[in-house]
């Protein structure tokens, strides 16, 4: 931990005169939302400069269904991004090697992660889950977009061609994106 400690002590000296916050900060054209593993670093991957990336990170990036009246923090980060940020792409990106999707398979819940393990059942059975012969990361992937796609703010603005949705598959073995095409095959960008 002390290296992260002494680390965030020196960002003064670091950023010299380029604070990341601020009102000259730009208001970010893209939402980011992803698994929170470490090994998956958003500004990283994409060289997204302070202020240009509005993310969203979940244990094995699970979106909860939209229910109208239930109040998810999913919910309101989406919410906020896309009707008071005006955001115009939203990336959901998945990976290879992660840990929720691999835990989804089991067949009873962790004693350590009961709630871990409920919560990816909820997407277990959500439809189109079940593709015979699809990777299971894709498909747990296409599971959250379509539960995003549902969410009020995200539908109207997909509608009105105001918001632009890209599916993105990350290798962490190469290092490598895939996009989800509209025939649903993922292609290397
Ligand atoms: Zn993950």
Redesign the pocket.
């Known amino acids: 931990m002390q290296p992260l400690i002494d680390h965030a002590r020196l960002a003064p000296q670091r950023q010299g005169g380029h604070p990341s916050g601020g009102a000259q900060a730009p208001a970010p054209q893209a939402m980011f939302i992803a698994?929170s593993?470490a090994r998956l670093v958003p500004t990283q991957l994409t060289g997204a400069r302070p202020g240009e990336l509005f993310e969203l990170r979940t244990a094995?990036?699970v979106i909860p269904p939209h229910r109208i009246g239930r109040l998810t923090a999913e919910a309101a980060t989406v919410e906020y991004a896309v009707n008071v940020l005006r955001i115009t792409d939203m990336i959901l990106c998945g990976?290879t090697q992660?840990?929720?999707?691999q835990a989804r398979t089991r067949s009873q819940a962790p004693r350590t992660a009961p709630t871990m393990w409920l919560w990816l059942l909820q997407t277990h059975h959500w439809r189109r889950l079940h593709t015979p012969d699809a990777d299971p990361g894709h498909q747990h992937l296409l599971a959250q977009a379509d539960k995003l796609r549902r969410y009020p703010a995200v539908t109207r603005s997909l509608r009105a061609g105001r918001l632009r949705m890209h599916l993105w598959y990350y290798d962490l073995a190469t290092a490598t994106v895939s996009a989800c095409q509209e025939d649903g095959a993922f292609v290397p960008l």
Request: net charge negative; with cysteine.
């Open positions: 698994c593993d094995g990036n990976h992660c840990g929720a999707v």
